[in-house]
């Protein structure tokens, strides 16, 4: 994968909010994306992207276990499957994600990457999330060094901080990403700035519970000194188990 992008239907991801007894529940939906953006690089072109998540939340604790895909309208163009667990405790969420890449059933190494994940929002009035992204179970060329182990080249890792505000009825997220140390996964020689956007999105919500959300973005990758633009509009809906 050429990673260093943000996910566009992210916008569309249902939050997970604390309640006071134990609920499960399950989000079921898709977005329709003119281009599917992932951590500062355009993947693929227009895309449909189906999601089915299931949520268990009690008190200030949360947890999901979700399967996401992407399917895209151009022939022979990039194709993922994607496996997720996330656990929330108040502000403080981990969460590990198998990306699987192009046929998901063939050699388990050759086309899967888990992704840890730390996150940390500083709180509700002031929304601005800091997160740590690691690929876990790859070993990277030159991740051996003089027959040292490079842990920085053997885990490589993406940081971002984002802030979220809404103005009247418009969400938005700006965003900054980075690349602390050199990668062959990212494609990077040395530290790099290789995200900055911004996304403005609303969701409508239907009294049958289903919700519609749309976004635009635009990002710029410094690193590569290229620019990206996408739209998306999906539709979800949850069912109390």
Known sequence: MIACALLLGSVATTPLRAQESGDW?????????????????????????????????????????????TKSFLKNDYNELDLSVEASWRNLT?????????????????GHFLDFGLSYT??????VTFSWYSIINQTFEGSMDGGGFDWATAFPSYFEVAYDFSLSVVDFSIVAGLLPYSSVYYENDDFGICNLHLTAGHEFEFNHGGTLPVAAQVMYNPM??????????????????
């Open 25 to 69: 529940s399950m989000t079921v939906g898709a977005d329709a994306v003119s281009h599917y953006l992932w951590r500062g690089t355009n993947l693929a072109g227009p895309s449909i992207q189906p999601s089915a998540y299931f949520d268990y939340e009690k008190g200030d604790w949360a947890v999901s276990l979700g399967v996401w895909g």
């Open 94 to 110: 981990l969460s590990l994600t198998d990306y699987g890449e192009g046929e998901y059933f063939g050699p388990w190494q050759d």
């Open 122 to 127: 500083l709180s509700e009035n002031i929304p």
């Open 224 to 241: 590569w000194k290229e620019f990206f633009w996408g739209v998306s509009v999906g539709y979800y809906f949850s069912i109390d188990l």
